[in-house]
C-alpha cells in the first residue's frame, strides 16, 4: 500500500495538468473569436462591419435606412436629394472659421426621405453628422456620412413627422467649433440653433479689430510723420 501511494499522487498530477491544459486551449479558442471578427470589420474589407455601418479606407455611411418609416409617420413624405459640399473654401474670410459646407441651413417636409451626398474638397476628413433621430429606428439617434479627403459618401434616412430644427455638424476635433456646424429644418422647425453660418449669431463673440484698421493706422502713421517735420522746420527756420 505504501509503494502505490506515488503512483496514485503522480496520476493525481497528471489529471490536474491535462485539465490545466484543455482549459488554456479553450481560453486560446475564445480569443481567437474576436481577433476573427476583427478580421471581418477591418477597413480593407469594403463589405465589413456593424449592422448600421459600411464602412471603408475612403469614407463610412452609418444608419442608412431609405424603407421603414418612423412610428408616427403613416405614409413616407416627399424624397430630397441633398449635394453638400464640405471644405475651406466654404470659411473663407469668416473670422473664427476654417471649415465649412457648401449650405449650412436645409427644409425638409415631415416624413421625408432625405438622400445626402457629401462630396468632401479638401484633403482631410469630414463628416456630415445628423442628431436627434428617434433612436428606436436609429441607434444613437445619428445618421452619419463620413468621407475621406476627395471622397465622396452617399446615404439616405427618413426624418419623423413632428417640427424640429436638427443639429448638423462634423465631429472631427474643433470642425464644428471652426465652422462645420449646420441645421435641418423639419416642417415649422423648433427654433434655429446658434451659431449657424449664415444663420444665426454665435453663443460667445470674440473681439477683432475692424477691417479698416490697418488704413488708419498707416494714416495716423502719416500725419505723425508731417506734424513732426513740420515742428522741426519752425525750429529750425523760423
Ligand atoms: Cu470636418
Redesign the pocket.
Known sequence: MRRSLPQRNSSRHSSVWLGLCLLMTALCGQAQGPAEAAKDTAPDNPMSGHRHITIDRAGSVMNHNDATLPRDCDELGPDLELTVY?GREFAAGVHGRT?GYSEHDYQADPCSRITVTLINN?A????WMIHGLPRYLYPGGMFHLEAAGGETRTGTFIVPSDDRTYLVH???PQ??EKG?KAQLVVGRGSGDLWSIPSVSDDLLHDTYLPDISQVLFIISMIIGLFVTALLLFRRRFL
Do not use: N, S
Not at 124 to 127: E, G, V, Y
Open positions: 464640405a471649415y479638401d482631410i476628413r469630414h463628416q462634423c465631429d472631427m470642425h464644428m462645420m
